[in-house]
């Protein structure tokens, strides 16, 4: 199992930017294709936006436009950046490999969008 560690969550009002950040074990974003997911209360888990090795990135429709996704190897960090939040965008927020059989998913990072 790899480890995953999320962090920068917050609480932030309408229209406003936020980052979150996963760190990885080992080379971990430089051979597996990794996702941004989150779950929002009474949801099922959703995915985001997932960066593939070689740096494709694909967004949900939810997001597109408003989320950017970038990848750091050298800090061994994915992270989430997060514009024009909507209070629908509340949700606890993890990364994980884009696709199952998924490593042991983290603490997330809460998100919450309130005025």
């Known amino acids: 199992q790899v480890q995953l560690v999320e962090s920068g969550g917050g609480l932030v009002q309408p229209g406003d930017s936020l980052r979150v950040s996963c760190v990885g074990a080992g080379n971990i974003f430089s051979i597996r294709n990794m996702g941004w997911y989150r779950q929002a209360p009474g949801k099922q888990r959703e995915l985001v936006a997932t960066?593939?090795?070689?740096?494709?990135?694909n967004y949900a429709d939810s997001v597109k436009g408003r989320f950017t996704v970038s990848r750091d190897n050298a800090k061994k960090t994915i992270y989430l950046h997060m514009n024009s939040l909507k209070p629908e965008d509340t949700a606890v927020y993890y990364c994980?490999?884009?696709?199952?059989?998924?490593?042991?998913w983290g603490q997330g990072a809460q998100v919450t969008v309130s005025s």
């Open positions: 960066i593939s090795i070689a740096g494709r990135i």
């Open positions: 994980n490999f884009a696709a199952p059989p998924y490593t042991t």
